[in-house]
């Protein structure tokens, strides 16, 4: 069975940092992509940040919206991917989902999404 389970969110002020964990069990971390979606009440799901498999040389991959602020890495040791989150607006508050997909067959699992909100 597959899991993902984000950990890491909460309430932060502005300009504040949080930093998103991921955590993984039931597949083979390290040829799977990676990645963090958000979705705001009331908006469309956003891509926020990808990194590759070790095929893909952990290529990232960011939103222009978050571009220089958030920074996306893996460590495959721990079959964990994380999100840093620095500089944060109230704009960046949403519901965190950390996703893995392949290049095979492009099957997707999600995990439950964590609540991250910026507030002055």
């Known amino acids: 069975q597959v899991q993902l389970a984000e950990s890491g969110g909460g309430l932060v002020q502005i300009g504040g940092s949080l930093r998103l964990a991921c955590t993984t069990s039931g597949i083979v971390f390290n040829i799977w992509n990676m990645g963090w979606y958000r979705q705001a009440p009331g908006k469309q799901r956003e891509r926020v940040a990808s990194?590759?498999?070790?095929?893909?040389?952990?290529?990232?991959r960011y939103a222009d919206s978050v571009k220089g602020r958030f920074t996306i890495s893996r460590d495959n040791a721990n079959n964990t991917v994380y999100l840093q989150m620095d500089s944060l607006k109230p704009e960046d508050t949403a519901v965190y989902y950390c996703?893995?997909?392949?290049?095979?067959?492009?099957?997707?699992?999600w995990g439950q999404g964590t609540q991250v909100t910026v507030s002055s």
């Open positions: 990194i590759g498999s070790n095929d893909n040389i952990h290529r990232t």
């Open positions: 996703y893995a997909n392949n290049d095979w067959d492009m099957t997707d699992y």
